[in-house]
């Protein structure tokens, strides 16, 4: 009888043990050093054709994150949820090619997706129930039938003092022409097409975000940057109706990401560096010092640090001071060989991700 008791103790500690997946929980993060915390069942592998993509930290629980696998079988992608910060992970709806999540920093069940380049779930989706399932709104549908042509979207920016206000840019051009931006004043319900800058160059796939920072008193609802993997980074301040084109390097395929450090400077992912701009946008220089020669995408802040990592093989990823952010060194002796699609920080538990193109979701808890 005892053995037996032991023997359903064991069990009972092990069905504790096992996620969602099937596989054991993860163990706890070791200070200092990367960790792959890919979904099991979404390993992903450039052989495959199996890449990690977009990944988002929710604003009011910082342990549930959110990543996007994307495969070239679009039945091998999905979105993927995590609410212990990548111990355990759970698919989310039937999303085929998920690029970027958005999460609403005052309704965690309130989510925005975007889904492109391949598969039978291109467009704009909506979550209310923290994305177990999507809509694909109404208006949305009409809105890319004409003059836009295309549903196959590449990124996404949400106004941070109003969560129905957004835009979506596109991976594909549209009808007659290049691709420009949809605007939404209500979540999405309806939309406003904003044609590109005139003298946009082309390519596919192109980036939107929001040059608005109310909290620094820094641009405004219609202060918008779209960056483009032919011809440069193109600012607005007035909702689109006009552009300038203030960097001539372009941005890397698969997009690029923003980061505002405490003092108001923008760091971005560009084509050769990273780009740095002090006045909002309106101008920007590469920062080279201590940095390979390389294509960036991914770049994400602490408060205090500032970290990136580049395309080439065989490299660790770069970190800079935030008073700085021109010198760079080597983080750690960590080597990689893909560039972070996208970074994300939880400021609570003070952990770093990086959803690595080629290796997956990379975790690193931060040194005390």
């Known amino acids: 009888m005892k053995l037996r008791a032991h023997h359903q103790f064991l069990f009972g500690l092990l069905l504790t ?25 979404a390993q992903t592998s450039f052989a495959d054709h199996i890449f990690c993509q977009g990944m ?11 990543v996007c696998i994307c495969a070239y079988d679009a039945a091998k992608g999905g979105l993927f949820k995590s609410n212990d910060s990548g111990g355990t992970w ?4 039937d999303l085929d090619e998920p690029l970027h999540v958005a999460v609403n920093p005052r309704d965690s069940k309130h989510l925005y997706c975007v889904d492109g380049v391949r598969g039978k779930t291109l467009g704009f989706w909506t979550s209310r ?5 999507w809509t694909m ?14 549903r196959d979207l590449y990124s996404i ?24 931006v949809l605007e939404s004043n209500d979540g999405g319900e309806s939309w406003v097409a904003h044609d590109p800058p005139s003298t946009l160059k082309g390519g596919y ?12 008193k820094i641009g405004d609802r219609d202060t918008w940057l779209f960056t483009a993997q032919e011809g440069g980074f193109f600012k607005t301040t007035d909702g689109g109706k006009s552009w300038s084109n203030v960097y001539k390097f372009s941005m890397t395929h698969g997009g690029n990401q923003l980061y505002r450090a405490a003092d108001g400077t923008l760091y971005s992912g560009g084509y050769q560096y990273p780009a740095r701009s002090t ?50 060194q080597a983080l750690n002796e960590q080597k990689f060989s893909a560039v972070p699609f996208t970074m994300g920080f939880d400021p609570i538990n003070k952990i770093l991700y990086s959803a690595s193109w080629e290796e997956g979701l990379l975790a690193l808890k931060l040194k005390d």
């Open 56 to 66: 988002t930290v929710d604003p009011q629980n910082p342990r549930t994150i959110y």
């Open 205 to 216: 796939g192109m980036a939107i975000f929001f040059l608005f920072d109310p909290a620094k």
């Open 157 to 180: 920016a949400v106004d941070p003092t109003d969560f129905k206000h957004l835009l979506v840019s596109f991976h594909s051009p549209w009808a007659g022409k290049n691709c420009g």
């Open 90 to 93: 759970q698919k989310c709806g």
């Open 137 to 150: 709104p109404e208006g949305f549908k009409k809105a890319t039938e004409k003059p836009v042509g295309t």
């Open 279 to 328: 006045d909002n946008g309106s101008s920007w220089e590469q920062i080279k010092t201590g940095l390979p020669y390389s294509w960036y995408m991914g770049i994400i802040g602490d408060g205090e640090r500032i970290y990136t990592a580049s395309t080439s093989k065989n490299q660790p990823f770069f970190v800079s001071s935030e008073k700085d952010g021109l010198k760079w």
């Open 129 to 133: 129930d923290g994305g177990d399932t």
């Open 17 to 41: 043990l096992f996620t969602a997946t099937g596989s054991l929980a993860a163990e706890p993060l070791t200070p200092g050093v990367w960790k792959n915390i890919t979904p099991p069942a």
